[in-house]
């Protein structure tokens, strides 16, 4: 790469410039003389142009490649101009995917730099993303790295871009072949343009890419995207969980039944839990893809063309590694790891909430041992405050300056807002939202994030007072990509290619209030709005497409002693899967079809007495009657007392019955 710059004043270029003579030019300036009045204001404008060959010391770059581009530049063409033209259009990329606002404009801008951060990683021409900057060890394309990154783009709408990295990964990335005649796993680390860089077999690199692939299709319900990218996901299935020919450091350990290989923070190996999970998260999504292509697909129908065969070889697997890994979280030996925690989240091979993820959180807050005794929180008290509630990676990290990262605090805080969906309350979603706005405290002057946080001691960089960003910035994954994700926990969207939308808001308990607009499930794009307005919480989504669509969203309420939750859709009482226990009812319908069109999802708290029905609640009087009348004559659920959705005497006679015994 061959970076050229130049200073714009007074019109034409400056005439001063000064380099220095050593053979890397590392050092030098260029600059004018600009005289400023009093009360008047001067421009100028800096720029920088790069170039590429295929080797070093090429002579023609700068005035085949370069040159031209200053020329125009210094041809009448404005820094101003090409500044608004930039503006624009970034704004309209944002425009066709997510939006996100709530009544914090800190998390606003947030959101819109995540993507933007994420999005300036990526090679929009060839697909691959690159992990970070600043660092020049980091520009390059982890394969882990860009399907994590893949997964947030396709979940907020850029699929496009999504996939394009999935492309990066199939036709670029070099791969060598194994004995068994297919290609084998991904390399650590490559080049944009697909060179290896660290070959070092680390499992992870490969189990990523069906995980990615089904998330891809969830979003879009496209079928034939799969059969493209097919025989990687067999590849990467088959290479992922049996010795490699190649490299012995990959491996099935039978006696175990787990894989060994490099660890996600590519310092140590062994038969990790992440690792593990990885695999597993990987093989259960090859067997499904092998099984909708075998459905689907298939000229002669479903079993014709060994799909099915692929899919039993998968799921085999994985079900030897899930009894692998399960024995050694029963060991509780691993050393203390974020990592870990990827278990629940994102692979869900254990539920959130479960005992084995559990146990690791455990560890991490410092309130259980490890099978040895050992007690190695990750979570950071308030010994350095600038480093108070913020997670390590592990315990022991030596890495740089061993502070916490990014990453890792997000990551915690993630386990929590997916934990909120069986916990009542706000108090999950709540730690999940104070991870977030510790690090918006750590963020740049530009508003990106970074891989390790420095305190205000010794591990700053040199000359340094409060510049706390370390080792790369911004980065995708490790901070940018991350934070986009954070926010859309908030939303809880499991994207359904069969075609039902469906979303599990959490709001934190000190908003009232958020929004997130063109959210993409195949051709659909829907608007929802979460409100909570003292005893009701209300959705409405909004059809920005038009098309009619299934829809389930969860809706929480405080369950709070006798009262009840009363679900109506568009003003009809409707029945909803209720759990009194945490305090969520989940709701089905259909959002209604026309552009614009609207569908509002009401709950509100309502005395625990069937026959008060109206307001004002906590008194039975004719209003109540008149409305079970009118609702037992039109079939509204409201009238259905007994619950068996037959509107019949058993139903007058529990009103009746209600009523006379009057509200408690």
């Known amino acids: 790469v061959y970076l050229a710059a130049a200073i714009k004043v007074n019109g034409g270029p400056v005439r001063g410039f000064w380099s220095d003579t050593s053979g890397d030019q590392d050092r030098g300036w260029i600059g004018d003389k600009l005289t400023i009045p ?34 125009q530049l210094f041809g009448g063409v404005s820094l101003g101009g090409l500044t608004s033209q930039t503006k624009s259009s970034w704004e309209s990329w944002l425009a066709d995917g997510v939006g996100f606002t709530c009544p914090d404009p800190a998390y606003n801008e947030l959101f819109k730099r995540g993507l933007l951060g994420t999005a300036l990683h990526l090679d929009h021409e060839h697909g691959g993303i690159i992990a970070g900057m600043h660092n020049g060890a980091y520009p390059y394309v982890w394969p882990r790295d860009a399907a994590w990154a893949a997964i947030t783009l396709a979940r907020t709408g850029h699929v496009d871009e999504a996939k394009n990295i999935f492309g990066f990964l199939r036709d670029i990335a070099y791969r060598d072949v194994e004995g068994w005649g297919r290609k084998g796993f991904w390399k650590q680390k490559y080049t944009t343009d ?23 299709y969830d979003v879009t319900g496209d079928v034939s995207f799969l059969e493209d990218h097919y025989d990687e996901v067999y590849e990467a299935a088959i290479a992922s969980s049996q010795d490699s020919t190649n490299d012995n450091r990959l491996r099935y350990e039978e006696s175990v039944d787990l894989v060994y290989s490099m660890n996600l923070w590519e310092d140590s190996f062994d038969v990790f839990n992440y690792s593990n999970a990885s695999v597993i998260r990987g093989l259960e999504d090859a067997a499904q893809i092998a099984g909708i292509l075998d459905q689907n697909v298939c000229p002669g129908g479903p079993g014709t063309c060994n799909y099915h065969n692929d899919k039993a070889l998968f799921e085999a697997r994985a079900d030897a590694i899930r009894g692998g890994l399960d024995a050694r979280l ?19 091979i254990y539920p959130v909430g479960s005992a084995r993820p559990q146990l690791i959180l455990d560890r991490l807050n410092g309130f259980a041992p490890d099978a ?18 913020l997670v390590d990676r592990y315990w022991g990290d030596g890495y740089w300056n061993g502070g916490p990262w990014f990453l890792t605090t997000l990551w915690f805080g993630a386990y929590h ?16 939202k104070e991870k977030i706005d510790l690090l918006i405290g750590h963020l740049g002057p530009m508003g990106f994030g970074t891989e390790q946080i420095a305190d205000y001691g010794n591990t700053l960089y040199p000359g340094q007072t409060d510049y706390t960003l370390q080792t790369a910035y911004p ?19 499991e994207p359904d290619p069969d075609g039902t939308f469906r979303v599990k808001p959490k709001l934190p308990g000190d908003w009232d209030e958020m929004r997130f607009d063109n959210v993409t499930l195949g051709s659909h794009r829907v608007d929802v709005f979460v409100e909570r307005e003292g005893d009701t919480g209300r959705h409405t989504l909004t059809n920005r497409t038009g098309a009619a669509l299934p829809f389930e969203t969860v809706v929480r309420y405080d369950p709070i002693g006798d009262t009840m939750p009363l679900v109506r859709v568009n003003g009809v009482t409707v029945a909803a899967d209720v759990n009194d226990a945490i305090g969520a009812a989940t709701v089905t319908g259909t959002i209604s079809a026309g552009v614009g069109a609207q569908t509002i999802i009401e709950l509100t708290m309502v005395p625990g007495c069937p026959a008060d029905l109206a307001e004002p609640f906590g008194v039975l009087d004719l209003a109540d009657i008149n409305t079970f009348v009118v609702g037992f004559t039109t079939q509204d659920l409201i009238a259905d007392l007994t619950g068996d959705g037959v509107f019949d005497l058993a139903d007058i006679n529990a009103f009746v019955t209600s009523f006379l015994a009057g509200c408690p």
């Open 38 to 71: 009093a009360g008047a204001t001067r421009s100028f404008g800096l720029y920088i142009v790069g170039g590429f060959d295929e080797f070093a010391g090429a002579a023609g770059t700068y005035t085949n490649q370069q040159a031209p581009v200053l020329d």
């Open 372 to 389: 040895f005794g050992n007690v190695q929180p990750l979570l950071r008290g308030p010994g350095i405050a600038e480093w108070d509630g």
């Open 194 to 216: 697909g060179y290896t860089i660290w070959g070092t077999p680390q499992v992870d690199e490969t189990s990523c890419y069906p995980w990615g692939i089904r998330y891809i």
């Open 417 to 432: 807002a997916e934990r909120n969906d069986v916990t009542v309350g706000t108090a999950d979603i709540d730690v999940h």
């Open 330 to 348: 029963a060991w509780n030996g691993e050393n203390s790891d974020i990592s870990q925690l990827g278990i629940a989240y994102p692979f869900e």
């Open 475 to 493: 980065n995708a994954w490790e901070s940018m990509s991350f934070l986009v994700d954070a926010v859309m926990l908030f939303l809880g969207y």
